[in-house]
């Protein structure tokens, strides 16, 4: 499928599958040099930096951004931030051994806690993308481990190879999704700028 898409780039691959999106998305970031975009857009044909607001440096800026992770985008493909009042909280990193071996993915998905019951979800699209003009976050260093997070960005405009339309319950953390108080968030970020996600534990 993937060399197909090579041939006729933009092709969707929606209706090829036969397994699960997020299964399929899983083994193109392992096995292959592309990455992975979440939109609400199904037309686009070529990605153009657009200035990003995060309180994170590396998303600060204006780029293309995408994860060499299969699961994390499908958060920004299917949450509906036009429709509901919300704001994201959400990660996806794996730790790094003294060793170099990689942990399997962790995954932190949040949105304002008033939406969440209104269920702020819909169809949305997911991009793969050539990896060539891409940066990797930096790894992330800390007391007790390396952190190496999914979330790369390219200055540069991207045409994506293929795209597959996906569904609310193609999203295997659905379930899982938690909620933030914003104003509660905001005061803790800006009391201890390294604590995040700034959340108390259930």
């Not at 985008?73 to 509901?84: H, I």
């Not at 730790?95 to 269920?119: M, W």
């Not at 007790?144 to 045409?159: C, R």
């Not at 339309?165 to 803790?188: C, K, M, T, W, Y």
Request: glycine share 4%.
């Amino acid at each position: 499928m993937l060399a197909e898409s090579l041939r006729h780039p933009g092709i969707d691959l929606t209706e090829q599958l036969s397994i699960s999106p997020w299964q399929f998305c899983c083994y193109l970031a392992d096995t292959h040099p592309v990455l992975l975009h979440g939109s609400k857009n199904p037309s686009i044909t070529t990605f153009v930096p657009r200035r990003s607001y995060d309180r994170n440096p590396f998303g600060n800026r204006s780029a293309v951004f995408a994860a060499s992770d299969g699961i994390w985008p499908l958060f920004f493909a299917l949450v509906e931030r036009e429709r509901y009042r919300l704001s994201l909280m959400n990660a996806c990193f794996r730790v790094v051994e003294p060793n170099g071996q990689r942990s399997i993915p962790y995954y932190f998905f949040s949105v304002t806690s008033t939406a969440l019951p209104l269920h702020p979800w819909s169809e949305g699209t997911i991009y793969i993308l050539p990896r060539k003009t891409f940066e990797q976050h930096p790894l992330r260093p800390s007391n007790d481990a390396t952190y190496e997070i999914q979330e790369w960005a390219s200055e540069h405009p991207v045409q994506p190879i293929a795209c597959l339309r996906v569904h609310p319950n193609d999203f295997p953390f659905l379930a899982q999704v938690r909620g933030h108080d914003e104003s509660v968030i905001h005061e803790r970020a800006t009391l201890n700028p390294d604590g995040w996600p700034w959340v108390d534990e259930p």
